[in-house]
Each structure stands twice: as structure tokens, then as C-alpha cells.
């Protein structure tokens, strides 16, 4: 069910529920006015009761003819009042009482004509005083009935109204509930996620799930990650092939060196095999060794720099990571008459990174700083626990022609270069920063043109357990 027709279920239940709670309450104030206005009718029959026996009392006191036909016409009008308001009082005290009430008033007028007519029998005057307080306690029970019933109508009303409010509150409670669970939170989710992904850490959301447009859009957003994350992996393999680029050439001059050493060796070799000592022969056959080795080292280097690796990380040595990153440059930095200094700190807090992707972010920096001294200069390398003690703190600096200060702001933008086309693709920095980010770290540049540049990358301490082991060491120094 969609989020649109959950809330507009939702809204209708309360609506209706409130719409009922309304009638129930106004058919009860209907109720209870209709209820007093017949209560009022019948303080008019309890005034006819009360006339009668005012004209009772005084044909009892005088026995004159006026106090007779007082008596008399007080008894018609009562029965005429009741008469009239018969269907009042039935649906009031009920036909059983109407009916009662009727024959008190007949037997009060039988008693009143008896008198009256001069046919009066002991006791007719007692009788007839206890039929008129007969009467009179009829007529007040009924109103007194009556207003108890409304009373108990009230406090109904006011119970079934606390109630209802009672009932709203957690009603709406548990909806605002339900709500959050299913909209707030998730919203929430995927908002941090989605910063998650703005600060390069590719996470898909778990847990959500359902056919409303909550999880297609959180099924959606991790199709999208999966899909950043992919081509993030691309960017950063095109980055590196960007610098295996750079490397190539050195390395290639680099090897000549060796091969140049084997062929020397092997000419030496042929020319005087016949005149060479066993001992002699064996040294030449190490020494051809040794430049085989030093050859596969180098070729080592380059393709374990090249090689398409995961996103695991380990608790690891900077230190190790910028020397050896450094070693891959060095034929760069002598053919380019620079001079490397490399300060490391030892030992350095373990950082928990992916070696091969901090490497790749060094090879970045160290080639564009061979870019910018054409002419030779000094790189500065340095590495050390930060000031705050929760980083480490890597610091490349060069002596080359520095950047100017409006173009600072974009030197981590994709695609951004200062060399002339053909020079470079732009990505080197940007992949790097995108790497930084997502082992938790900042990476920044500070320079100033003609004085060189100083790019600053921060990692964070690894805290964790003894469960998280070293960067396992090549013994060549490969790796």
C-alpha cells in the first residue's frame, strides 16, 4: 500500500471516528433538552397538584360554597392539565404510572364530591387529605425521576467525551507512532545515508523494505550506490592506469640499467670463458642474478601497483606505505634532478586503510609534483602522528611552480588539470580525494605560486581489537 493511501486510511478512520464521536454527543444534548423542556411541563402539572390542595385546604378550613366550586374547578383543571400532557408523562414515568396518577386524581374527585355533596362518611376528610399528599408526592416523584435521569445523562455525556478524548490521544499517539516507524525513521535513514554518500562512503541502507514509495526509493538509492561504487572503482583503476602512464617510462629506463649490467656481464662472459676461473665464473653467474632480481623487483613493483584490487582494509603502517610508494617515483625524481627527503615518524599508530589505494593517492601527489620542477627541486615527504592524537598526518611538499590561488578550490574537481593537453587527464587528484574521504580522512592543498605546494592528508588511528592484523610485508619490498 502506497504512503498516500496509508495516510489518507489513516485521516479517514479519525475523521469518522471523530464524526461519530460528534453525533453521539449531539444526540445526547438533544436528548437531554428535550428531556428538560418536559421536565418543565411537569413543574407546571406539580403547580395544578399544589392549587388543588391550596383549594382543598380551604374548603376543609370554611365549607362554603365558593371554597366548593374552587376545589372543584382545580380538580377539572388538573385532570384537564394531565390529559394534556399524557404522551409527556408516558414517555417520562412510563403508562403504569400515568395510569396511577389517573386513578389517584379519580379517586380524589369521588372523595372531593362526596364531601361537597353533602354525603360525607367518617374519615372522607382524612382520606382526602392523604389521596392529595398521594398526589403531590406522584407529581414531584415523576420530576424528581425525571431530573435524575437527566443528571445521569450528563455525567455520561461528560464520561463518554473523556473517554473519547482519552481515546483520540492514544489513537493519535499510536498513529504518530506508526507514522514515524514507517515514514519518519526511514526518511531518516536514507537521509544519512545519503550524506554517507556526499562524504564517499558507499553504504547501501538495510532493513527497509515493503512496496511503498519509501522502499522503491530505498531499493533505488542502493541500486544507485551500487552503481557509484562501480564506477568509483572504475575512476580510481583509470586514475591509477593515468599514473602507470607516468611510471612507464621511468621504469623502462629504470631496467635499462640491470639489462645493461646482464649484457655487459654475459659479453665479459663469452670473450674470456676460456681464461676465467671456476671461481671467477660463479662470481659473473651471482652477479647476472643479482640484476635479475633487482629487474623483477622493478617489474614487481610496477604491476602490483597496476593490479585491480579490492576495498578491504587493514591495520597498517603509513610509514611503510609512503616509502614504499615513494620507491615506485624514484627513477622519476633522479631523472628529473629532484632530490627526495623522506622524515617518517617510528613507529606510527596503525591506520586502518587500504594500502594499495593510500599508495595510489602518494603516486598521484609525488607525479604532479615531478610535473611541477622541471627544472629539479626538493620533495619533502613526512609522516607523523597528528597533534589532536587521533590522526595521522602525511605531508608532501615541493619547491615547483606552485598554484594560483583562485584554482585552489578546484584542484580536487574530476577532470581538472593545469597541464597543458595531453599532460594529464585530471582525474588523479580527484579519485584521491574521493579514496581520502572514504577511509574517513581530509586531504588539502596549500601553495602559493614560484614557492611550490604542500598537500596535507589526515587518517584516522585505527582503535580497534587484536583481531586486525598488520599489512602482511613482501620480502622484495614489492608490496
Same mark, same amino acid.
Given at each position: 500500500?502506497?504512503?498516500? #493511501?496509508?495516510?489518507?486510511?489513516?485521516? &479517514?478512520?479519525?475523521?469518522? /471516528?471523530?464524526?461519530?464521536?460528534?453525533?453521539?454527543?449531539?444526540?445526547?444534548?438533544?436528548?437531554?433538552?428535550?428531556?428538560?423542556?418536559?421536565?418543565?411541563?411537569?413543574?407546571?402539572?406539580?403547580?395544578?397538584?399544589?392549587?388543588?390542595?391550596?383549594?382543598?385546604?380551604?374548603?376543609?378550613?370554611?365549607?362554603?360554597?365558593?371554597?366548593?366550586?374552587?376545589?372543584?374547578?382545580? !380538580? #377539572?383543571? %388538573?385532570?384537564? +392539565?394531565?390529559?394534556?400532557?399524557?404522551?409527556?408523562?408516558?414517555?417520562?414515568?412510563?403508562?403504569?404510572?400515568?395510569?396511577?396518577?389517573?386513578?389517584?386524581?379519580?379517586?380524589?374527585?369521588?372523595?372531593?364530591?362526596?364531601?361537597?355533596?353533602?354525603?360525607?362518611?367518617?374519615?372522607?376528610?382524612?382520606?382526602?387529605?392523604?389521596?392529595?399528599?398521594? %398526589?403531590?408526592?406522584?407529581?414531584?416523584? !415523576?420530576?424528581?425521576?425525571?431530573?435524575?435521569?437527566?443528571?445521569?445523562?450528563?455525567?455520561?455525556?461528560?464520561?463518554?467525551?473523556?473517554?473519547?478524548?482519552?481515546?483520540?490521544?492514544?489513537?493519535?499517539?499510536? &498513529?504518530?507512532?506508526?507514522?514515524?516507524?514507517?515514514?519518519?525513521?526511514?526518511?531518516?535513514?536514507? $537521509?544519512?545515508?545519503?550524506?554517507?554518500?556526499?562524504? @564517499?562512503?558507499?553504504?547501501?541502507?538495510?532493513?527497509?523494505?515493503?512496496?511503498?514509495?519509501?522502499?522503491? %526509493?530505498?531499493?533505488?538509492?542502493?541500486?544507485?550506490?551500487? #552503481?557509484?561504487?562501480?564506477? =568509483?572503482?572504475?575512476?580510481? =583503476?583509470?586514475?591509477?592506469?593515468?599514473?602507470? &602512464?607516468?611510471?612507464?617510462?621511468?621504469?623502462?629506463? $629504470?631496467?635499462?640499467?640491470?639489462?645493461?649490467?646482464?649484457?655487459?656481464?654475459?659479453?665479459?662472459?663469452?670473450?674470456?670463458?676460456?681464461?676465467?676461473?671456476?671461481?671467477?665464473?660463479?662470481?659473473?653467474?651471482?652477479? !647476472?642474478?643479482? =640484476?635479475?632480481?633487482?629487474? *623483477? $623487483?622493478?617489474?614487481?613493483?610496477?604491476?602490483? /601497483?597496476?593490479?585491480?584490487?579490492?576495498?578491504?582494509?587493514? +591495520?597498517?603502517?603509513?610509514?611503510?606505505?609512503?616509502?614504499?610508494?615513494?620507491?615506485?617515483?624514484?627513477?622519476?625524481?633522479?631523472?628529473?634532478?629532484?632530490?627526495?627527503?623522506?622524515?617518517?615518524?617510528?613507529?606510527?599508530?596503525?591506520?586502518?586503510?587500504?594500502?594499495?589505494?593510500?599508495?595510489?593517492?602518494?603516486?598521484?601527489?609525488?607525479?604532479?609534483?615531478?610535473?611541477?620542477?622541471?627544472?629539479?627541486?626538493?620533495?619533502?615527504?613526512?609522516?607523523?602522528?597528528?597533534?589532536?592524537? $587521533?590522526?595521522?598526518?602525511?605531508?608532501?611538499?615541493?619547491?615547483?611552480?606552485?598554484?594560483?590561488?583562485?584554482?585552489?578550490?578546484?584542484?580536487?574537481?574530476? /577532470?581538472?588539470?593545469?597541464?597543458?593537453? @595531453? &599532460?594529464?587527464?585530471?582525474?588523479?587528484?580527484?579519485?584521491?580525494?574521493?579514496?581520502?574521504?572514504?577511509?574517513?580522512?581530509?586531504?588539502?592543498?596549500?601553495?602559493?605560486?614560484? *614557492?611550490?605546494?604542500? /598537500?596535507?592528508?589526515?587518517?584516522?588511528?585505527?582503535?580497534?581489537?587484536?583481531?586486525?592484523?598488520?599489512?602482511?610485508?613482501?620480502?622484495?619490498?614489492?608490496?
Amino acid at each position: 500500500m502506497s504512503i498516500k #493511501r496509508k495516510l489518507l486510511l489513516t485521516l &479517514g478512520v479519525g475523521l469518522a /471516528f471523530i464524526t461519530l464521536l460528534g453525533l453521539l454527543y449531539y444526540y445526547n444534548l438533544v436528548t437531554i433538552r428535550r428531556r428538560l423542556l418536559l421536565v418543565e411541563g411537569m413543574d407546571d402539572l406539580g403547580a395544578a397538584v399544589g392549587e388543588v390542595r391550596r383549594a382543598e385546604k380551604n374548603y376543609l378550613l370554611y365549607h362554603d360554597s365558593t371554597s366548593a366550586r374552587e376545589l372543584a374547578d382545580q !380538580i #377539572r383543571l %388538573l385532570r384537564q +392539565a394531565v390529559q394534556d400532557k399524557t404522551p409527556d408523562l408516558i414517555s417520562l414515568a412510563g403508562a403504569d404510572s400515568v395510569n396511577s396518577l389517573d386513578r389517584r386524581i379519580d379517586q380524589y374527585a369521588t372523595l372531593a364530591s362526596r364531601l361537597m355533596g353533602g354525603e360525607e362518611a367518617a374519615g372522607d376528610a382524612d382520606q382526602l387529605r392523604e389521596t392529595g399528599q398521594a %398526589l403531590d408526592r406522584s407529581s414531584r416523584s !415523576i420530576v424528581r425521576a425525571e431530573r435524575g435521569r437527566i443528571q445521569r445523562m450528563i455525567v455520561t455525556s461528560h464520561r463518554t467525551l473523556l473517554l473519547s478524548l482519552i481515546v483520540l490521544l492514544v489513537c493519535g499517539t499510536a &498513529g504518530s507512532l506508526i507514522v514515524t516507524r514507517l515514514i519518519v525513521a526511514p526518511l531518516r535513514r536514507i $537521509e544519512r545515508a545519503t550524506r554517507d554518500v556526499s562524504e @564517499g562512503r558507499f553504504s547501501p541502507i538495510h532493513g527497509i523494505r515493503g512496496h511503498d514509495e519509501i522502499g522503491r %526509493l530505498a531499493e533505488a538509492f542502493n541500486h544507485m550506490v551500487h #552503481r557509484i561504487e562501480k564506477h =568509483q572503482k572504475e575512476l580510481v =583503476q583509470a586514475g591509477k592506469l593515468a599514473s602507470l &602512464g607516468t611510471l612507464t617510462s621511468g621504469v623502462a629506463h $629504470e631496467l635499462n640499467n640491470p639489462l645493461n649490467n646482464i649484457s655487459m656481464i654475459a659479453q665479459t662472459f663469452i670473450q674470456h670463458r676460456t681464461v676465467l676461473t671456476e671461481v671467477e665464473q660463479v662470481e659473473l653467474m651471482d652477479e !647476472i642474478e643479482k =640484476q635479475c632480481e633487482r629487474s *623483477k $623487483e622493478i617489474v614487481h613493483n610496477l604491476l602490483d /601497483f597496476s593490479r585491480v584490487r579490492g576495498s578491504e582494509r587493514v +591495520a597498517s603502517d603509513v610509514g611503510q606505505v609512503v616509502e614504499r610508494s615513494l620507491k615506485l617515483v624514484q627513477n622519476q625524481l633522479d631523472m628529473a634532478g629532484i632530490v627526495a627527503e623522506l622524515k617518517t615518524t617510528d613507529p606510527l599508530p596503525l591506520v586502518r586503510m587500504n594500502p594499495h589505494q593510500i599508495g595510489q593517492v602518494l603516486v598521484n601527489i609525488y607525479t604532479n609534483a615531478i610535473k611541477a620542477m622541471p627544472r629539479g627541486g626538493m620533495l619533502r615527504v613526512e609522516s607523523a602522528p597528528g597533534a589532536d592524537g $587521533e590522526h595521522v598526518v602525511v605531508a608532501v611538499s615541493d619547491t615547483g611552480v606552485g598554484i594560483p590561488p583562485e584554482l585552489h578550490p578546484r584542484v580536487f574537481d574530476p /577532470f581538472f588539470t593545469t597541464s597543458d593537453v @595531453g &599532460g594529464g587527464t585530471g582525474l588523479g587528484l580527484s579519485v584521491s580525494y574521493g579514496i581520502i574521504k572514504r577511509h574517513g580522512g581530509t586531504i588539502s592543498v596549500a601553495s602559493e605560486p614560484g *614557492k611550490g605546494s604542500t /598537500f596535507t592528508i589526515t587518517l584516522p588511528i585505527h582503535t580497534g581489537g587484536s583481531d586486525d592484523e598488520r599489512e602482511p610485508q613482501d620480502p622484495g619490498g614489492g608490496r
